[in-house]
């Protein structure tokens, strides 16, 4: 089965590639015409078109740098991407630790800690809207995970397993039948409003962490002032401080993000598409004098190469997305849910993810409802 599973996966991703590069496929076909036109002209009569020699390694010198710095900046993105998540991870998993260490209060604790949950769902949902909006497709949680139940925790794991999915995919609902069918002004908005929002997620984690500090600062004020509870404080600020950096780590992570979901200048995008052009073009009349009828195949092969290279680095320049290639944002949040719910865990008592989904309600209404959407219409975007 195992074999099976993996030989279907294998299958996927190459008719995935070809989706992929059917432009390429499409510009391929349109210049073998081209050159099948040339190489006629060549053989039959006597018009003999040509180029110069210089004019070809002019151009191909050209496209290969152009090229070489298209799949180097696109690959770059993806790796950064992965990155950035990568250490949104880490810093959350931290400041989840921080938070177990230097909050005693249990209803501090799940606050904050929703916050931070609520921090990366949103940030998916941002980078994720467009994306769901163009293709139209509804993303499903049906997958199952192998995780055995610990008799330590009193609740239904199965059933807080499927309330933490139905929070990933719905708390901001940007992949239910209307958010596909908003028109161009309405996903503005709504992009809008979900950046607003992080932000609002980002100043009250701050003014939460201000709160518990100064609840902390008091308590130890009513306490006997010593050698050993001045050192006790003194470890107590240099964590505060660590929650701090932590966040303002998120907020950098975020910033990061939000520059690698914009597209690469159109200006460079055209000059490159222009003169991969010009260059196929021109590589028929280069080399039909020695290759002849095989000019044909040899000319669709390269324009399916150079542009099948564009094309992929136009996925790759944006992992955020939903096709198989991108990277699955929505398996980035379940683990990120699960390890920081594990670490903040004490004596068996998990925090529930319906209470977490309370507080992320309950913060929703207090920052102020999303931007409304018009109706759909029948008008075509």
């Keep these: 089965m195992e074999v099976i599973k993996e030989l279907k996966d294998k299958i996927w991703r190459l008719f995935s590639l070809l989706i992929a590069i059917r432009i390429a496929f499409l510009y391929a076909i349109l210049n073998s015409i081209l050159s099948a036109v040339i190489t006629a002209l060549y053989m039959i009569t006597d018009i003999k078109l040509s180029f110069k020699p210089e004019f070809i390694t002019l151009i191909s010198f050209i496209v290969s740098l152009l090229i070489s710095a298209r799949t180097t900046n696109a690959y770059n993105r993806y790796l950064e991407g992965q990155s950035l998540w990568t250490k949104i991870r880490i810093t959350i998993l931290n400041l989840a630790g921080f938070i177990r260490i230097n909050i005693d209060n249990k209803e501090d604790m799940e606050q904050y800690t929703s916050f931070l949950l609520y921090f990366i769902i949103t940030i998916k949902d941002f980078l994720l809207i467009d994306k769901i909006r163009d293709v139209g497709i509804k993303i499903n949680f049906k997958e199952t995970d192998n995780i055995s139940d610990n008799d330590d925790f009193m609740i239904d794991v199965d059933k807080e397993k499927m309330k933490m999915k139905a929070i990933i995919q719905n708390i901001n609902d940007c992949v239910h039948k209307k958010t596909r069918e908003l028109k161009i002004d309405d996903l503005r908005k709504r992009k809008k409003g979900l950046r607003k929002r992080l932000h609002q997620i980002i100043l009250n984690l701050n ?94 092969l390269t324009t399916l190469f150079l542009f099948g290279i564009i094309e992929l680095s136009k996925q790759l320049e944006n992992p955020f997305g939903i096709d198989i290639n991108d990277l699955n944002l929505n398996k980035f949040c379940k683990g990120i849910w699960k390890d920081a719910i594990f670490i903040i865990t004490d004596k068996g008592e998990q925090i529930s993810n319906e209470k977490i989904e309370v507080i992320i309600k309950k913060f929703k209404d207090l920052t102020g409802p999303e931007p409304k959407m018009e109706k759909p219409s029948n008008e075509v975007v």
């Design 207 to 300: 003014i939460e962490l201000g709160k518990i500090e100064k609840n902390k600062q008091e308590i130890e004020e009513q306490e006997k002032k010593g050698n050993e509870e001045k050192d006790t404080a003194k470890k107590e600020k240099v964590s505060y401080d660590k929650l701090r950096d932590g966040i303002l780590t998120l907020t950098e992570c975020f910033s990061g993000l939000e520059r690698i979901d914009e597209s690469i200048p159109f200006v460079y995008s055209t000059l490159l598409s222009l003169t991969t052009w010009i260059y196929s073009l021109s590589l028929s009349f280069q080399v039909v004098s020695d290759l002849q009828w095989v000019t044909v195949p040899i000319i669709f």
